[in-house]
């Protein structure tokens, strides 16, 4: 089985600061990472995945994620963020070695950034 | 490509009341799940299919849910005698088999209230 743990519910963040957003995954097998963001009234878009490789990944607005294997991590990154990151994150895992691709979310961190 | 296409994107029905959604997944996508976001927590698995077989179903798809994907292509969720603990939003996504590990497109979901 596998299970994420995302600590904080809501984040809130002056513009132009930097951010963090824990993510802490559990499993008996290797995983593919993954963060996905949802804006208001929308469904959910790939923010950025790991895969094998470099453990730091990022996306193409300014986030970066770093997998951790030794503390079980995937934390969320920017360094400056904008209003328009204002948005629910979750963190995603699945197995890498059977056929369903099934993903095991957390329970989303809420950003929001104050002007 | 017009992503993944949900309808309808609300649906207000009275308790025990039969629903029906629908999915059309990305035309070239062979895998498509069904998952349920409750408030306040990150999207649950419920069904997958690859092209028109179900292979698996979550518990948490009582037997008042079916889903279906006649011909490999869109999928139907119906839940039977509705009760006030179905509403949540309804998501679908699709993947494509070959390219594991690339996450999914997922899309706008259907918000279901049940009064």
């Known amino acids: 089985a596998q299970s994420v743990t995302q600590l904080d519910s809501q984040v809130p963040v002056f513009e132009e600061a930097p951010v963090e957003l824990r993510c802490n995954y559990s499993?008996?097998?290797?995983?593919?990472l993954f963060w996905y963001v949802q804006y208001p009234n929308q469904g959910l878009q790939l923010l950025l995945k790991?895969?094998?490789?470099?453990?730091l990944v990022e996306s193409i607005n300014g986030f970066e994620a770093e997998f951790n294997k030794s503390q079980t991590s995937f934390h969320l990154r920017k360094p400056s963020v904008h209003i328009s990151d204002t948005a629910e994150y979750f963190c995603?895992?699945?197995?890498?070695?059977?056929?369903?691709?099934?993903?095991?979310f957390g329970t989303g961190t809420r950003l929001t950034i104050i002007p | 490509d017009t992503g993944v296409s949900q309808n309808p994107r609300h649906k207000i029905t009275k308790r025990g009341q039969n629903v029906t959604f629908r999915c059309d997944p990305i035309?070239?996508?062979?895998?498509l799940y069904w998952y349920r976001q409750t408030l306040g927590q990150g999207p649950e698995f419920l069904t997958y299919?690859?092209?028109?077989?179900?292979?698996?179903k979550s518990r948490l798809l009582s037997d008042r849910f079916s889903a279906e994907r006649p011909k490999g292509s869109f999928s139907t969720l119906e839940i039977q005698r509705t009760e006030q603990g179905d509403s949540a939003m309804y998501l679908c996504?699709?993947?494509?088999?070959?390219?594991?590990?690339?996450?999914?497109?997922f899309g706008s979901g259907t918000r279901l209230t049940v009064v």
């Open positions: 299919f690859q092209n028109e077989a179900q292979l698996e």
């Open positions: 790991y895969l094998s490789g470099s453990t």
């Open positions: 995603a895992v699945s197995n890498t070695n059977f056929g369903n691709e099934k993903l095991t």
């Open positions: 996504a699709s993947s494509l088999s070959r390219q594991r590990g690339y996450g999914y497109t």
């Open positions: 499993s008996s097998v290797s995983v593919y």
């Open positions: 035309s070239e996508h062979n895998r």
